[in-house]
């Protein structure tokens, strides 16, 4: 059987109609055109973990589908694949993954993949490439830029993820507000509060509304309440 009569055997096309509308795939949503085939997280897991020597070419076949299923399984593949390699390897996976963003397009795709292929390849390098792809006109490349971050905020590193995060403040999508103000949560809980709150003295005043409340989470009443002021005497 291939990967792809495997991942077909597990259909569950009443759950694909429930995913179909909560990945927004509508005329004009973010996930416009996504097809789902209704399998669970656990069912790609293991699937994944089955076929995970799958050749590259392979891979690529499935992260092109336009079945997300397909999609996120080739990503799950990348990511065990990535932690097992050598460095040589890792490099050729993480060059890989971002030659195909375009296919790693919705956002629990991102979630799942950037922190552990591009955050961890950069984690001794030079991070300029997160800038460029938190400049991107897609809106996919900007969340792995942001997502990527969290490999470093769970090593304590709060410097790059505040770049980023002021790269975007002025992003238009709500979903680069979400995960702005959820990497700036993350600082403030494995990181650094004080950067955190450095960091909200500074812009609170000009972030999206859902970026604020995200990143102000964890933090007493009384914060939120000095911070939301701060947000609502500015407009």
């Known amino acids: ?97 971002l030659k195909n963003t375009k296919y790693i397009n919705n956002w629990d795709l991102v979630d799942s993949s950037a922190e552990y292929i591009v955050g961890a390849f950069l984690a001794d390098k030079d991070r300029k490439i997160l800038d460029k792809l938190a400049k991107s006109k897609s809106l996919w490349e900007r969340r792995i830029a942001m997502l990527a971050t969290f490999h470093f905020i769970k090593n304590k590193e709060s410097k790059d993820a505040l770049r980023i995060a002021k790269i975007l403040i002025t992003d238009k999508h709500d979903l680069i507000h979400k995960a702005s103000g959820w990497m700036l949560r993350e600082i403030g809980k494995r990181a650094s509060e004080k950067d955190l709150k450095i960091f909200l003295d500074k812009n609170a005043d000009k972030m999206p509304r859902t970026m604020l409340r995200y990143a102000i989470e964890r933090m007493t009443p009384k914060e939120r309440r000095h911070y939301m002021d701060m947000k609502l005497n500015k407009n």
């Open 1 to 97: 059987m291939t990967i792809q009569k495997h991942i077909l055997s597990k259909k569950d096309l009443q759950r694909a109609k429930v995913l179909q509308g909560f990945f927004k795939t509508g005329p004009g949503e973010y996930g416009e055109g996504d097809v789902f085939l209704g399998l669970t997280v656990p069912q790609c897991r293991e699937i994944a973990k089955k076929y995970r020597d799958l050749p590259m070419k392979d891979l690529q076949a499935l992260l092109k589908s336009e079945i997300h299923e397909e999609r996120s399984i080739a990503l799950m593949i990348l990511v065990v694949r990535f932690e097992k390699a050598d460095v040589k390897e890792q490099e050729k996976i993480y060059k890989f993954y």
